[in-house]
């Protein structure tokens, strides 16, 4: 019996059958939740070796006679494991804390004044001590970084969602929302989608709004150590 042989190879046919076979859609992706875009950008700030900005924080105070608004301007320099230098001004008042790796220091000096240089038993003594002078500023990345200083971590917030995404200067971020454990404090944070970092926060209490944004952003740059000590730092006219 003589066989038969396809004049056609079947390699040759395979292409065209599957073009007509139904097509198989991939699933979606899941949505990333809040709670892990925060536990992202905890472990960004904990596996980097050094970090910079420069931001502003503007606080709204709801007063009886009206809404009277601070605007509190500040930098930061950090380098692992423990090195620390953040300054701050409000009007005539400025503050700065610093750690050169082997003590904590902080020097404030209120209605331009030229305060003391004072030594902290620690840098996160030193964290707390300018946390309320400077509007929130020297907690909120400073303790992601150096989460021991940290009483409150961004992490702890309940309530979470993510309502969407929103571009700060060119930058893609999520939108995350939530509550405070131990308050009715509402916050809004900006976490960019690539660089997992804290590029905004917005706090509403009670009586008070406060509006923190960090801009020029460097990480793991080289950073001269004379920047952590105070001491050794020219002084500026009018100190």
Known sequence: MTSFKPSVHL????????????????PAAAPESAASILRSMSHTYAAMASYQDVGEVTTTYRMGTGPEKHTTRFATWFSRPDRLRFVWQDGESKGRIWSDGEAAYSRHSPYGSSGPVRKEASLSLAIAGATGVSNNAAYTVPTLLFPEAADFRLEQIEELQVTGTESLEGRECFVIMGKHPRSDSLYTLWVGTEDRLLHRIRKVGERTIHDEVRQHIRVDRPIPAEIFNDLLLPTPSGR
Request: charged fraction near 0%; aromatic fraction near 6%.
């Open 11 to 26: 390699p040759l046919l395979l292409p065209l059958l599957l073009a007509f076979l139904p097509a198989v859609a991939t």
